[in-house]
């Protein structure tokens, strides 16, 4: 699993540096250990709550040897990764009751949006799946046209009304296909810009709105895009994204060229919407499903 292999060297890495001469977990090591997860960009309150689980573990058994330090921290992240991703979904797929099942991406410029909707759509495609998109990130020339190659490449049809249309526009056209030509998915690409929150939640409720012309409940799902190898930039735009609309699932990115995988943790813990896809490299099928007993796996193996 190439992709997260650099996340697994980092974690299990530092802490078996951290243990070495030790025998017992005592405040030392825990101190080590809750630096180790915060470096790692877990977040410092998620950091904070593992530690104190921990803690009081080891309160319990008075001795617990340095050795069962992985596996009492697996556990643990484990337990709360559990919490966030109880419907945890095993393969690329959606609903079969909602068709079309419409996906709203969002998420700021440069994350891999456009890049995770045309992984995204290949995974769809090879499962049988009709798949429309819409190149609803009319703010930037190369969205467009990034998407539109993404849809030849995989063989998809792109929605596009060129640039500095208005993306609503786009979006009903994307609905109305996906309902006349009887597609299973439709994926909606969005303008990232972050910058100005009202205007950032008025386009998407615009959005919404003219999908809902055509698909009474759509969207069915709001995917946030996050990039992994930003740390705790990725944190702070989860929480401006989920201020701003009502996310339902995240796709975290770049987790191949970081050694930060920790910040899924984080994430989860804080939002608790569950991490549905993984990016780990620029090639189609770097995407994964999330399964959290092979991130935790990953981790701390
Ligand atoms: P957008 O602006 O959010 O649509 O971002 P793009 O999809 O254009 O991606 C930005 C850059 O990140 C591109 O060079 C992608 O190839 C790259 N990228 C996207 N996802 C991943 C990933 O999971 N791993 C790596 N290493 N690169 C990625």
Redesign the pocket.
């Known amino acids: 699993d190439k992709g997260l292999e650099k996340s697994k060297e980092s974690i299990f890495g530092k802490i078996s540096k951290a243990i070495i001469g030790k025998s017992k977990v005592d405040d030392e090591v825990l101190d080590d250990l809750e630096e180790i997860l915060i470096t790692s960009d877990v977040g410092v309150d998620t950091t904070i709550k593992i530690i104190e689980r921990i803690e009081s573990r080891v309160a319990r058994d008075k001795y617990t040897n340095v050795t069962e330090l992985d596996k009492i921290l697996r556990e643990e992240v484990a337990a709360l990764l559990s919490e966030n991703n109880s419907e945890n979904i095993s393969d690329f797929e959606v609903p079969q009751n909602k068709k079309p099942y419409v996906i709203l991406v969002v ?10 909707i045309g992984k995204l759509s290949a995974q769809f495609k090879k499962r049988g799946k009709k798949v429309i998109l819409g190149a609803a ?1 009319t703010f930037r020339a ?2 467009v046209d ?1 998407l539109i190659l993404w849809g030849e490449r995989v063989g998809v049809p792109v929605i596009s009304h060129g640039m500095n249309t208005d993306p609503a526009s786009v979006a009903f056209d994307a609905a109305k296909q996906g309902v006349e030509q009887d597609a299973d998915v439709v994926i909606i ?1 969005t303008a ?1 810009r972050l910058h100005n929150k009202v205007n950032l939640m008025n386009e998407l409720t615009k959005i919404k709105r003219v999908i809902q012309k055509f698909i009474p409940e759509a969207p069915h799902e709001v995917l946030l ?1 996050l990039d992994g190898s930003t740390g705790q930039n990725a944190a702070i735009q989860a929480r401006e994204f989920t201020k701003a609309t009502d996310v339902s699932s995240l796709a975290i ?5 970081t050694a930060k995988g920790g910040v899924v943790i984080g994430i989860s813990d804080e939002f608790k919407i569950p991490v549905k896809y993984i ?4 090639q189609v099928d ?2 994964q499903v999330f399964n959290k007993v092979e991130f935790v796996d990953s981790l701390f193996k």
């Open positions: 998420g700021v410029n440069g994350v891999g949006k456009t890049t995770t990130d190369a969205a990034q690409d990232g895009v990115t770049k987790l191949d060229g990016g780990v490299g620029e770097d995407l």
